[in-house]
T-cell receptor, first 107, second 113 residues
């Protein structure tokens, strides 16, 4: 079975502070990990995927197979980063989501 | 590019009634997904189609939920009869193929009273 755990329901930081949204996974095979984001009144959309090894809107995420983690990081949070963030794992052709973390960036 | 279209946007019904949701994926997308998102939880996959065939429906409560994707394009998800615990946002998503990124619709918010 595949499982994604996001331990924090809410993460509140000030503008300019570093951000780390935690994601741990459980999967027997070779995982494909993603971060999806939902801004207020917008659709759920892909932020980044681990195989691309890219930085989107200043966010990066590194897959750590030893710790089975895929934490999302940004060195300096902006107010426009406030949103709901979901970690997701694709395995057996199925995309499974975590419960999400709400990021609130205050001025 | 036109996005994934879903209707209705909101629906309020009483328990034991029936309801149907409609989804029109992005043109050319072979894979279509229905997710259920209960308040405070992440999206849960109900059913996944590849063209008009079912790839996964292991979490679809088949005694009350049904879904079809005629001609491999539009899809409908039906609940009959509805229960209070079916109150949720029902999200439709599509992707060009199974291993590509998902594009989500705006969702249908269902309230069962």
């Amino acid at each position: 079975a595949q499982r994604v755990t996001q331990p924090e329901k809410l993460l509140s930081v000030f503008k300019g502070a570093p951000v780390e949204l935690k994601c741990n996974y459980s999967y027997s095979g070779s995982p494909e990990l993603f971060w999806y984001v939902q801004y207020s009144r917008q659709r759920l959309q892909l932020l980044l995927r681990h195989i691309s090894r890219e930085s989107i809107k200043g966010f990066t995420a590194d897959l750590n197979k030893g710790e089975t983690s895929f934490h999302l990081k940004k060195p300096f949070a902006q107010e426009e980063d406030s949103a709901m963030y979901y970690c997701a794992l694709r395995g057996f052709q199925k995309l499974v989501f975590g419960t999400g973390t709400r990021l609130l960036v205050s001025p | 590019e036109a996005g994934v279209a879903q209707s209705p946007r909101y629906k309020i019904i009483e328990k034991r009634q029936s309801v149907a949701f409609w989804c029109n994926p992005i043109s050319g997308h072979a894979t279509l997904y229905w997710y259920q998102q209960i308040l405070g939880q992440g999206p849960k996959l109900l059913i996944q189609f590849q063209n008009n065939g079912v790839v996964d429906d292991s979490q679809l409560p088949k005694d009350r939920f049904s879904a079809e994707r005629l001609k491999g394009v539009d899809s409908t998800l039906k609940i009959q009869p509805a229960k209070l615990e079916d109150s949720a946002v029902y999200l439709c998503a599509s992707s060009p193929n199974t291993n590509e990124k998902l594009f989500f619709g705006s969702g249908t918010q269902l309230s069962v009273l």
